[in-house]
């Protein structure tokens, strides 16, 4: 059924509970931006998704909404915004609540579920409004929106690192417990020597006996393989989840070093290994991610998930496509090196960085110096807006974490701007003159 409507705010007051108008602070930056956000037009296009008018009524559109701008702006699970909220009469107020609520809105199942309904065009549409609301209030430019900054990183994936000795006992021990669901009698499930293996086999790594931790790589790999074949044997029709586990299983145990798309992990095989070049952190296991901002004032205009790792320059057309979708078509893009030989042709005008400086017009070397500000923004998507580790399931999960995380980013910094205003205007009333006034007695 069609979502249910937010209450409506009237002049009607209840004696038996607290409104929230009477309880907080007008000009606080929450309540601002709850007015510059066009919440009709989201609950028009998250309405679509709903097909059926018959039914319990769904959660309203502006509450899941205004949840997924606070988990991704404070980098919270979806429990903790749901216990934050109870606790907080501005994030009800921004969910379009009347009174004070003293009970938790939703089961926080319930925005998983959300999430999947609207897929990677609804957080989209969330990364659009953002972008919407900074030009009511004024906090984003036209102007700015004519450069922008394309640049990749790495998405992590949350898994733990992948090696083949663990990759062996989780895949053998996902087979054991679908087995054990499934009533299949095994001949044997290898717990408890698997589990001692595993201990053996990170022990002699450690202390570089490489043989003899190869020797238990090599029974592990071994025990998988038995418990693949029992499997196959005494279960001749298996449902859907073992048909997947079992191929995901076989290609463990069949891939080799120097393999190409090799599974990293049992529950998320889409997981590329990416190397980025960096010191610390030579291997990256996630996805790649295009990330798009405008040169001036660091707002996020785009957040796209690649799989397969490809080339830098091979995103760029569809990056370009994701910020002409969301804002407007921009007139310059500035990428690095990396985006050599990308191919694009058209109207935009795209500035490649380059070794070799001094032949460059200094107004174009004047903008492609402020390329380098998407790092640091980039930096903060991951610190603070949970790009570092992505723990929504699957490719869809990683496109919508990689949108809605550029989302907080910018919820974050329409606030800032908002709390800058206030102190402003605070500021230049206490620098106002003081006049005396005198009663007549």
Known sequence: MKPKKPPQLNRQHDLFRSELLNMINPGHPLVTLSKAVDWKRLDEVFGETYCSDNGRPAISTRLMVALHYLKYTYDLSDEEV???????????????MKFFQHKIPINPSSMTRWRNRIGEAGGEELLKETIGAGLRVKAIKTSQLKRINVDTTVQEKDIRFPTDARLYDRARQRLVDTAKAQDIELRQNYNRVARNLVCQQSRYAHARQMKR?????????????????????????????LVSLLAVSKRIVSQKRNDKKKVYSVHEPSVDCISKGKAHKRYEFGCKVSVAATSRGGWFVGALAFHGNPYDGHTLSESLQQVMRLSRSPEQVYVDQGYRGHGLDGDILVHVDKRRRGRTARSVWRWMKRRAAIEPGIGHLKQEHRMDRNRLKGMAGDRINAILSAAGMNFRKLLKFLADFLCLFYLLGLLRPRTVEFCAV
Do not use: M
């Open 213 to 241: 931790a190869r020797a238990c790589t090599r029974k592990l790999k071994t025990y998988l393989g038995r418990v693949i074949r029992d499997i196959e044997r005494k279960c001749t029709e298996p449902d859907k989840s």
């Open 82 to 96: 749901v216990q934050g909220w109870l606790e907080n009469p501005y994030w009800q107020y921004l969910s379009g």
